[in-house]
């Protein structure tokens, strides 16, 4: 039931873009972007409802085709500040509609 | 507003002991939730509750209890801790429901020997 995320790990030199994918088996019914610093909480970025939905926040963004099952994250002119594990998350139905679950983690280093 | 907070951050167990985390918001959360995060596993949903009274098992809540007397606190209980336990646990919290944003507390390191 877990997400799948790819790939499990990117490095990137300051300025570059990178794109995190977010695919599930499952009917996806929203997807939701965290990230996560070494030794600190996760810490949200977005929530994509289906409808083929693309949001964004300053300069990462995101897009989530409910068809296809997937979701990607998009960081554009990537920040020494993006480095850290990128986690999708996405609800799974059950007694009462809102257990949740999330992927793997991509880990994502921005070199100067 | 404290938001999410953990008691403890660090704790030590010995094979068989009993503990319990404290999580408590400020923010009036309806729905509250504890995962464990194991290296390579990403975040596993342990227990949430979606209100005083309520909750429900997640992915892996063999090993662990809860309970929500009221809507501030959500408490998770080791029942007799497991080597296979030690791990970082993360308490959050959302407004109504896993379709809004999460606030997640500090987490607890917790290692049973």
């Known amino acids: 039931q877990q997400p799948v995320q790819s790939p499990q790990a990117v490095i990137l030199r300051e300025g570059e873009d990178a794109v995190i994918n977010c695919s599930s088996s499952k009917a996806l019914y929203s997807v939701h972007w965290y990230r996560q610093k070494h030794g600190e909480a996760p810490v949200f970025l977005m929530i994509l409802l289906k409808g083929g939905e693309q949001k964004g926040h300053d300069k990462i963004s995101a897009s989530f085709n409910e068809k296809k099952q997937q979701s990607s994250l998009y960081l554009t002119a990537s920040q020494l500040s993006y480095s850290g594990t990128y986690f999708c998350?996405?609800?799974?139905?059950?007694?009462?509609?809102?257990?949740?679950?999330f992927g793997p983690g991509t880990r994502l280093s921005v070199l100067p | 507003n404290a938001g999410v907070t953990q008691t403890p951050k660090f704790q030590v167990l010995k094979t068989g002991q009993s503990m319990t985390l404290q999580c408590a918001q400020d923010m009036n959360h309806e729905y509250m939730s504890w995962y464990r995060q194991d290296p390579g596993m990403g975040l596993r949903l342990i227990h949430y509750?979606?209100?005083?009274?309520?909750?429900d098992q997640g992915e892996v809540p063999n090993g662990y209890n809860v309970s929500r007397s009221t809507t501030e606190d959500f408490p998770l209980r080791l029942l007799s801790a497991a080597p296979s336990q030690t791990s970082v646990y993360f308490c959050?919290?959302?407004?109504?429901?896993?379709?809004?944003?999460?606030?997640f507390g500090p987490g607890t390191r917790l290692t049973v020997l």
């Open positions: 509750s979606v209100g005083a009274g309520i909750t």
């Open positions: 959050a919290s959302s407004y109504s429901g896993s379709i809004n944003e999460q606030f």
């Open positions: 998350g996405t609800e799974i139905k059950n007694n009462y509609g809102q257990n949740f679950v």
